[in-house]
Protein backbone atom coordinates (compact mmCIF):
# COMPACT_ATOMS: atom_id res chain seq x y z
CA UNK A 1 0.00 0.00 0.00
CA UNK A 2 0.76 3.52 -1.12
CA UNK A 3 0.68 6.53 0.91
CA UNK A 4 2.13 10.07 0.69
CA UNK A 5 4.53 10.80 4.06
CA UNK A 6 4.45 14.31 3.34
CA UNK A 7 3.56 17.17 6.01
CA UNK A 8 0.94 18.42 6.37
CA UNK A 9 2.69 21.77 6.49
CA UNK A 10 3.87 21.08 2.91
CA UNK A 11 0.08 20.53 1.76
CA UNK A 12 -0.21 22.96 -1.14
CA UNK A 13 -3.83 23.03 -0.57
CA UNK A 14 -3.50 24.19 2.44
CA UNK A 15 -3.03 28.03 4.05
CA UNK A 16 0.52 28.85 4.81
CA UNK A 17 1.04 29.91 8.99
CA UNK A 18 2.84 32.35 7.17
CA UNK A 19 0.32 33.76 5.44
CA UNK A 20 -2.06 34.06 8.16
CA UNK A 21 -4.65 37.56 8.11
CA UNK A 22 -3.93 39.79 11.09
CA UNK A 23 -5.60 43.09 11.37
CA UNK A 24 -3.43 46.50 12.59
CA UNK A 25 -3.50 50.03 13.65
CA UNK A 26 -1.56 52.53 11.43
CA UNK A 27 -0.21 55.53 14.07
CA UNK A 28 2.12 58.35 13.19
CA UNK A 29 3.75 60.90 15.82
CA UNK A 30 6.88 62.45 17.02
CA UNK A 31 8.60 60.11 19.60
CA UNK A 32 10.97 63.01 20.22
CA UNK A 33 10.92 67.09 19.75
CA UNK A 34 14.23 68.72 19.25
CA UNK A 35 15.78 71.14 22.17
CA UNK A 36 12.57 70.09 24.61
CA UNK A 37 13.38 69.60 27.99
CA UNK A 38 11.76 66.37 29.08
CA UNK A 39 10.72 65.62 32.51
CA UNK A 40 13.52 64.29 33.51
CA UNK A 41 15.91 67.11 32.13
CA UNK A 42 16.97 65.14 28.77
CA UNK A 43 17.36 67.48 25.56
CA UNK A 44 17.63 65.91 22.24
CA UNK A 45 19.58 67.56 19.71
CA UNK A 46 19.10 67.44 16.11
CA UNK A 47 20.63 64.41 14.61
CA UNK A 48 20.99 62.24 17.49
CA UNK A 49 18.25 59.50 16.44
CA UNK A 50 20.17 59.31 12.63
CA UNK A 51 24.06 57.28 13.39
CA UNK A 52 21.39 54.50 15.56
CA UNK A 53 18.29 54.78 12.63
CA UNK A 54 20.94 54.23 9.88
CA UNK A 55 22.52 51.40 11.65
CA UNK A 56 18.89 50.08 12.68
CA UNK A 57 16.44 50.63 10.53
CA UNK A 58 12.74 50.98 11.81
CA UNK A 59 12.73 47.05 11.91
CA UNK A 60 15.54 47.15 14.35
CA UNK A 61 13.66 49.86 16.36
CA UNK A 62 11.17 47.59 18.34
CA UNK A 63 7.21 48.81 19.40
CA UNK A 64 6.78 48.24 23.23
CA UNK A 65 3.55 49.07 25.12
CA UNK A 66 5.23 50.68 28.42
CA UNK A 67 8.19 49.91 27.81
CA UNK A 68 7.61 46.03 28.38
CA UNK A 69 10.53 43.97 26.80
CA UNK A 70 8.93 40.85 26.98
CA UNK A 71 6.08 41.37 23.85
CA UNK A 72 6.42 44.05 21.04
CA UNK A 73 2.31 45.24 20.20
CA UNK A 74 3.68 46.09 16.46
CA UNK A 75 6.04 47.14 14.25
CA UNK A 76 7.57 50.75 13.01
CA UNK A 77 7.52 51.32 9.40
CA UNK A 78 9.33 54.24 9.17
CA UNK A 79 11.71 56.21 11.72
CA UNK A 80 12.97 59.67 10.22
CA UNK A 81 14.23 63.04 11.69
CA UNK A 82 13.02 66.01 10.55
CA UNK A 83 12.68 69.99 11.54
CA UNK A 84 10.35 69.32 14.45
CA UNK A 85 12.05 65.96 15.90
CA UNK A 86 11.92 62.38 15.45
CA UNK A 87 8.89 60.86 13.48
CA UNK A 88 7.36 57.73 13.11
CA UNK A 89 4.68 55.84 11.89
CA UNK A 90 3.69 52.39 12.88
CA UNK A 91 1.17 49.42 13.12
CA UNK A 92 -0.51 48.23 16.14
CA UNK A 93 -1.02 44.66 15.54
CA UNK A 94 -3.70 42.08 16.89
CA UNK A 95 -1.94 38.95 17.19
CA UNK A 96 -1.05 39.40 20.79
CA UNK A 97 -3.14 39.75 23.52
CA UNK A 98 -1.09 43.19 24.57
CA UNK A 99 -1.65 44.10 20.94
CA UNK A 100 -5.37 44.20 21.35
CA UNK A 101 -5.21 45.53 24.74
CA UNK A 102 -3.01 48.83 22.71
CA UNK A 103 -4.98 48.92 20.12
CA UNK A 104 -8.25 49.28 22.00
CA UNK A 105 -6.88 51.61 24.32
CA UNK A 106 -5.94 53.94 21.48
CA UNK A 107 -9.19 53.44 19.52
CA UNK A 108 -11.02 54.62 23.01
CA UNK A 109 -8.74 57.49 23.21
CA UNK A 110 -7.17 55.92 26.32
CA UNK A 111 -3.41 56.08 25.40
CA UNK A 112 -1.56 58.24 22.83
CA UNK A 113 1.57 58.97 24.10
CA UNK A 114 4.89 57.68 22.84
CA UNK A 115 8.59 56.99 25.36
CA UNK A 116 12.33 56.62 23.78
CA UNK A 117 14.29 53.51 25.15
CA UNK A 118 17.94 55.01 24.43
CA UNK A 119 21.52 54.48 25.79
CA UNK A 120 23.27 57.79 25.57
CA UNK A 121 26.60 57.70 23.22
CA UNK A 122 27.46 61.68 23.41
CA UNK A 123 26.14 63.98 26.34
CA UNK A 124 26.95 67.19 28.31
CA UNK A 125 25.50 68.58 31.09
CA UNK A 126 24.12 71.84 30.91
CA UNK A 127 22.99 72.66 35.00
CA UNK A 128 20.27 70.61 35.34
CA UNK A 129 19.57 69.06 32.06
CA UNK A 130 21.69 66.53 29.98
CA UNK A 131 22.09 67.29 26.30
CA UNK A 132 21.77 64.40 24.21
CA UNK A 133 24.19 64.88 20.93
CA UNK A 134 23.82 61.11 19.99
CA UNK A 135 21.76 57.83 21.27
CA UNK A 136 21.23 54.73 20.38
CA UNK A 137 17.90 54.17 19.84
CA UNK A 138 16.58 50.50 20.64
CA UNK A 139 12.68 51.25 21.09
CA UNK A 140 9.67 53.55 21.23
CA UNK A 141 6.90 52.49 23.14
CA UNK A 142 3.27 53.55 23.82
CA UNK A 143 2.96 54.99 26.67
CA UNK A 144 0.03 56.55 29.24
CA UNK A 145 1.90 59.21 30.62
CA UNK A 146 5.07 60.31 28.12
CA UNK A 147 8.48 62.01 30.09
CA UNK A 148 8.20 64.12 26.84
CA UNK A 149 4.58 65.50 27.12
CA UNK A 150 4.59 66.81 23.75
CA UNK A 151 5.49 62.90 21.98
CA UNK A 152 2.82 61.83 21.06
CA UNK A 153 0.85 59.98 18.40
CA UNK A 154 -2.81 59.78 16.30
Known sequence: M???ARAVDD???LPSPLATRHSSL??????SLWGVADLAGDVVMRGA?????A????????MLYQHGER?????????????????????????TPEGRMAA???RA????????????????????????????????????FPMLPGARFH
Open 2 to 4: AYD
Open 11 to 13: DPT
Open 26 to 31: LITGYA
Open 49 to 53: FAPSV
Open 55 to 62: RRGSAGVR
Open 71 to 95: TPVGVWTRIEEDDRGLRVEGEILDI
Open 104 to 106: ALV
Open 109 to 144: GALDGLSIGFRAIRARRDGRLRVLAEVDLWEVSLVT
